[in-house]
T-cell receptor
């Protein structure tokens, strides 16, 4: 596609529910990143994929958070047993193949609200 | 590990006035440095980047930034601010020896523009 697409743009859920957030990167971008942006903060790294595999998941806050990218394109961020503290904007970004530096293109984000 | 400090949480400038947003980074080697802008409800848009070479880099929308290694700084400047520049600005640093290392972002500076 022309840009990084994220769905849903807004998600309201209740505490304890399961949530999936989807990211469709720019076609051909092999590297895909998830960030979380809490109110008044900068984006914080969660996980990144190189192809289908998670190359670095050191930013995932706990084992309630999980992400997959089974075919090396679309990625899904999964949050189990959501808590109010999970409320944030979840940003996805992708990077051109072969780029020597991390010039990321970001999507508009998925705003998650946990009641 | 890299880190970024943006000392100013909120800045207000008059339309037509000059602007400088401060950014200090911490990284033991040559960094990749970026400025992104985020308008309300939008994703992050890349303004400019520094990889190597000329320490004064030009970006979009009339912005520029200067890399000063001795001060570990990468301040963003614009000679004449327009009302449409009101937004949140984020400085980010990446590891210069690895194209895929996730970017680390500062907490951002919110720019307000008054008439």
């Amino acid at each position: 596609g022309a840009g990084v697409s994220q769905t849903p743009s807004n998600k309201v859920t209740e505490k304890g529910k399961y949530v999936e957030l989807r990211c469709d990167p720019i076609s051909g971008h092999t590297a895909l990143y998830w960030y979380r942006q809490s109110l008044g903060q900068g984006p914080e790294f969660l996980i990144y994929f190189q192809g289908t595999g998670a190359a670095d998941d050191s930013g995932l806050p706990n084992d309630r958070f999980f992400a997959v990218r089974p075919e090396g394109s679309v990625s899904t961020l999964k949050i189990q047993r959501t808590e109010r503290g999970d409320s944030a904007v979840y940003l996805c970004a992708s990077k051109p193949t072969g780029s020597g530096a991390n010039v990321l293109t970001f999507g508009a984000g998925s705003r998650l609200t946990v009641l | 590990a890299q880190s970024v400090t943006q000392p100013d949480i909120h800045i207000t400038v008059s339309e037509g006035a000059s602007l400088e947003l401060r950014c200090n980074y911490s990284y033991g080697a040559t960094p990749y440095l970026f400025w992104y802008v985020q308008s309300p409800g939008q994703g992050l848009q890349l303004l400019l980047k520094y990889f190597s070479g000329d320490t004064l880099v030009q970006g979009i929308k009339g912005f520029e930034a200067e890399f000063k290694r001795s001060q570990s700084s990468f301040n963003l400047r614009k000679p004449s601010v327009h009302w449409s520049d009101a937004a949140e600005y984020f400085c980010a640093v990446g590891a210069g020896n690895s194209g895929n290392t996730p970017l680390v972002f500062g907490k951002g500076t919110r720019l307000s523009v008054i008439a």
